[in-house]
């Protein structure tokens, strides 16, 4: 079917140029002229752009001028002190929630694929809860664990015990809530880092298993490497949203984060929406730094798959005009 | 006088050790209830080029991936060099090999695949080093001498910094063989290692193969190539649906097949 049809299409090339309809004009050396048509144009487009433009700018003049903004208190509190460190905290919560994070879902992913049914099992059980619980929830669990469990019982459970031992270590809530957050990324991590496992060619892990590597090398040296093409730029977009899931600390309550200042702050002064905006402009600002990453991140992976890369490695023994033979001979 | 007569002469020394190096007792393999291998049993001498022809789903990759127990049989008995493939008999029963185990009979052997696998992250020499350092604890520097000695062999000398995608299809395939042989196997599997190239970039490759051949390396060789079979082979298996219908001299073979199935498979193909 493909097959006819595509000597129909050939034969419609060839004999176009042989009936009398109009070929194009050629350039003296022989070369057809370039085409010169007249543009398409897209009168609603610009109609509908302008209409936008007007509507904010009516709202930006009508912004500025409503007191309930209070845009001098937003000038105030900007840089205020307090509030640059709780923009720090914010920060650390989220680089330290990503790391645990990915390294747990890195775990986890490679447990799910394992060939040991025991770890399978485990890693299925701990997705299952953590992404099936809203983390907000998980939070204000977290932060009442030490209500639930404020003792080391030694013994045989159910039948006798020997000694109780009161746990008085009371965690920092800053600890208590990097656990929270990292526990619950992991579990999505975990989804990410194995949907870029699998995404590498079986005949990878095939053949470093004919060689003789063990299910650990293969891992380590073939299928993790290559799947960072995959897992990168999605992580990227996770460390964006944990940058603003941190505000939900305050189920735990943790209360020094950006979000937990700003209202702190706003309880003390009556002036919540100024304070709100401060936050806001602090988020926007580091998602912003962070969306400029994620771009240059995802076009380094996005590279046709490994075009680009320097075409000498440890065999530092190449002459250009052997590379180049060899670069043309790519299929 | 062809490759194969030749060699033939050099091989009656090592004919004193009669220990085959594949031997397949009623070899069985199903995957659910499609009986892929139906009671194979064939022997590849020490030094044999054993080639293995037939149409496309007979089971011809599936009994190689069983020889180095990329898959496990059913039924039947695998010895590779006198071994048992995956399994340790012990009083009469079979016990299943650790991975660590297998891995290690695994190393001997050398496979390689219709499309090539190669490492694309690594360079040519690094994908040839990459098991010796890691697998057998070769030292780097050695490794890496071994790795440029092979790239050599296979034509490649000049491109061991190169990257798969940097290379065509035949040098992927090249660097393959070589990163197979860098494990010192005594035994080499081939699964239609030219069927993916284009045509002009068959005739290097089969041209390393024919040189290993001579070298006196034992492979088990799935192939569409006839010519190479006549040529190099020592023997021709034609397989289909799971059994194998005829095998003997490759010249005879296919100049001469007993069987109505090889003649109508050789028919269309050749
Ligand atoms: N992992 C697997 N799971 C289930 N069925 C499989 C698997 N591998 C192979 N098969 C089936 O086993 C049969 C034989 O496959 P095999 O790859 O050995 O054939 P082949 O002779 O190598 O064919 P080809 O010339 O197309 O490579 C096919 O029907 C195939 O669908
Ligand atoms: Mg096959």
Known sequence: ?331 | MSAADRRAETRTAADAAPLPMVDAVAVSKSFGANEVLKSITLRVRRGEVMCVIGPSGSGKSTFLRCINHLESIDAGRLYVDGELVGYRQKGGKLYELKPSEAALQRRDIGMVFQHFNLFPHMTALENVTEAPIRVKGVPRHEAVARGRELLARVGLGSHSGHYPSQLSGGQQQRVAIARALAMDPKLMLFDEPTSALDPELVGDVLDVMRGLAESGMTMVVVTHEMGFAREVGDSLVFMDGGVIVESGDPRQVLADPQQERTRAFLSKVL
């Not at chain 1, 299952?128 to 080391?152: C, D, E, H, K, S």
């Not at chain 1, 799947?227 to 603003?244: A, C, F, H, Y």
């Not at chain 1, 937990?260 to 988020?283: H, K, M, N, Q």
Request: hydrophobic fraction near 50%; charge should be positive.
């Open chain 1, 1 to 331: 079917m493909s097959d006819s049809h595509r000597r129909d299409g050939t034969d419609g090339g060839g004999s176009a140029v042989a009936s009398g309809l109009p070929s194009p004009s050629s350039l003296p050396d022989g070369r057809p002229e370039a085409i010169k048509a007249v543009k398409l144009r897209h009168p609603w487009r610009i109609a509908v752009a302008v209409v936008l433009v007007v509507l904010l700018v009516l709202f930006v003049l009508d912004a500025a001028q409503r007191k309930a903004f209070g845009w001098a208190d937003v000038g105030k509190y900007l840089f205020d002190v307090r509030i640059s460190q709780a923009a720090l905290v914010t920060l650390e919560l989220t680089v330290y929630s990503m790391v645990i994070g990915v390294v747990l879902g890195l775990v986890l992913a490679i447990m799910r694929l394992s060939p040991n049914p025991v770890l399978k099992a485990v890693s299925w059980l701990y997705l299952w809860i953590f992404r099936g619980t809203p983390v907000y929830v998980q939070l204000v669990f977290w932060g009442l664990i030490t209500l639930i469990y404020n003792t080391i019982v030694i013994g045989i459970p159910f039948v006798h015990t020997w000694a109780v031992i009161p746990i008085t270590w009371v965690p920092p809530l800053f600890f208590i809530s990097v656990v929270g957050l990292s526990l619950n990324e992991a579990a999505y991590m975990a989804e990410i880092v194995r949907a870029g496992l699998l995404s590498v060619d079986p005949g990878q892990e095939e053949a470093a298993k004919a060689l003789g590597m063990s299910w650990w090398q293969t891992m380590r040296r073939v299928v993790i490497p290559q799947s960072m093409r995959v897992i990168i730029p999605p992580t990227g977009n996770e460390v964006i949203s944990m940058l603003k899931t941190t505000t939900l600390v305050a189920a735990v309550p943790f209360t020094l984060d950006l979000f937990g200042r700003a209202r702190d702050i706003s309880a003390e002064t009556f002036t919540p929406i100024p304070l709100l905006i401060v936050a806001s402009l602090w988020y926007l600002f580091f998602t912003s730094v962070l969306m400029v990453g994620q771009y240059f991140l995802e076009r380094r992976f996005a590279r046709g798959t490994d075009r680009g890369r320097p075409v000498v490695g440890i065999g530092v023994d190449v002459e250009p005009s052997v590379a180049a033979g060899g670069v043309g001979g790519v299929r």
